[in-house]
């Protein structure tokens, strides 16, 4: 193991951290884990190193700093932490302010404070972990990318709602877009498996995760995306709605006195995969039932899985507007990297654009499989790839902190 180059990535939601130790020159993977619902009597951190998970209750001190400080001595007990040349945080909003990667400073510090009303559950956690870091680790610099920055390059005419402009202007109320950090990545890799420049090389990128977004990227760069001011427009997700009718919110405030906590947990929290199935946010769970014996469950199911991949389909042919020119779709993400079943379906509603699966190459590409699934006769190729946004996050404080 090379110890010169390794980062510490950390990525705080906003009641979880992930982390991971990457060697920056030969993209090692020293240690890698997840503390869960922080701030609750259940919290844990699980910690993977050297092929061993070891698990711990969070007893006393299960905020986000109470894990960060965990992990801080478990890096000093492994003498890892003296091989840390940086530590780079994911910070989900940027704003307008930050279209790349930065080192952190005290001005960087203030702007995502002033971003944060945008990304209330978020941008605070990331924040506790900048200033964990900065604590546990005072001389090492600190690198921050954020989930939007990538969608900095989107036009005008893609990233305005069609409210008030003074709304914009003076709030701030424009589309956003995040997990930049992955569409950038699955791109890269497209540009680098299509053995064309990332400049000349036009992409669809579907990251289906728990959270589901949908990128057209021009040319390398993103021209449009479905996440907007916040995570909670596009596609449908785990447990958010995506697009709704903006008079469905007022519906409910003015018909059943729903306040605006109350519509934010509906939408947020309680629909998606799970608000349509009543069973579960899981992919997996869903397609279980979709193939299990029980009918009522089936129904349930398959009804959530449909409106899920109707929802990527048209999303998929309307970003075609967005480009000249198209050289794969490429899905990533836990559903994206691994259902078959949902990119089979996903995929036969866009016939009318001559876009089809080689079935075997479909149901083959799964658990960390990379390549290409179309069938010979497809207009466009269809790439599974693997995302790896710490790697991104990795690969840019490095390259920060060395030119500091
Ligand atoms: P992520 O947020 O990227 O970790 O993705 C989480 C989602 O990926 C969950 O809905 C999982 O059910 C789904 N997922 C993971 N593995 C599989 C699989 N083998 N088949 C279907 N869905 C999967």
Redesign the pocket.
């Known amino acids: 193991m090379s110890s010169e180059k390794n980062i510490l990535v950390l990525n705080c939601g906003s009641s979880s951290l992930k982390f991971a130790v990457i060697n920056s020159t030969t993209a090692e993977t020293v240690i890698s884990g997840l503390a869960e619902r922080l701030g609750s009597n259940k919290a844990t951190i699980a910690i993977k190193y050297n092929g061993e998970k070891q698990v711990v209750k969070l007893t006393e001190n299960n905020q986000h700093l109470g894990a960060i400080e965990y992990l801080v001595s478990d890096l000093h007990t492994k003498n890892l932490s003296n091989s840390l040349t940086a530590v780079g945080h994911r910070v989900v909003h940027g704003g307008e302010v930050f279209t790349s990667s930065v080192i952190v400073t005290e001005h960087v510090i203030n702007e995502i404070i002033r971003t944060s009303g945008l990304a209330p559950l978020h941008n605070p956690a990331n924040l506790v972990g900048i200033q964990a870091a900065q604590k546990s680790f005072p001389t090492l610099p600190q690198v921050v990318v954020f989930d939007t920055a990538f969608h900095q390059t989107m036009p005008q005419h893609a990233y305005m709602y069609a409210i008030d402009r003074d709304l914009y202007t003076g709030k701030g109320l424009r589309r956003y877009g995040f997990h930049g950090t992955s569409h950038y990545f699955v791109s890269q890799e497209a540009a680098k498996h299509l053995k064309q420049s990332p400049a000349e090389t036009s992409v669809i990128t579907v990251h289906l995760?728990?959270?589901c977004s949908i990128c057209a990227i021009e040319n390398g760069q993103s021209v449009d995306t479905s996440m907007g001011l916040t995570p909670a427009e596009g596609l449908v997700m785990?447990t958010r709605s995506g697009d709704v009718d903006p008079g469905l919110i007022i519906y409910l405030m003015n018909q059943f006195n729903y306040s605006g906590q109350q519509i934010d947990d509906l939408l947020n929290k309680q629909s998606g995969l799970l608000g349509l199935s009543k069973m579960s946010?899981?992919?997996?769970?869903l397609?279980e039932a979709v193939f299990g014996d029980d009918k009522k469950l089936k129904e349930q199911a398959k009804l959530a899985l449909d409106v899920f991949c109707y929802r990527v389909a048209k999303y998929i042919a309307s970003y075609t507007v967005a480009l000249s020119h198209l050289d794969a779709i490429v899905f990533t993400?836990?559903?994206g990297e691994?259902?078959d079943y949902?990119r089979a379906q996903v995929i036969s509603q866009l016939s009318i654009l001559n876009i089809k699966l080689a079935k075997d190459l479909n149901e083959k590409a799964?658990?960390g499989a990379f390549g290409e699934i179309q069938a010979p006769d497809s207009q466009f190729k269809v790439l599974v790839i693997p995302t790896n946004e710490e790697w991104v996050i990795a690969q840019d404080a490095a390259r920060l902190s060395e030119s500091k």
């Open positions: 995760g728990n959270g785990g946010n899981d992919c997996r769970t397609e993400g836990g559903i691994n259902s949902i799964r658990f």
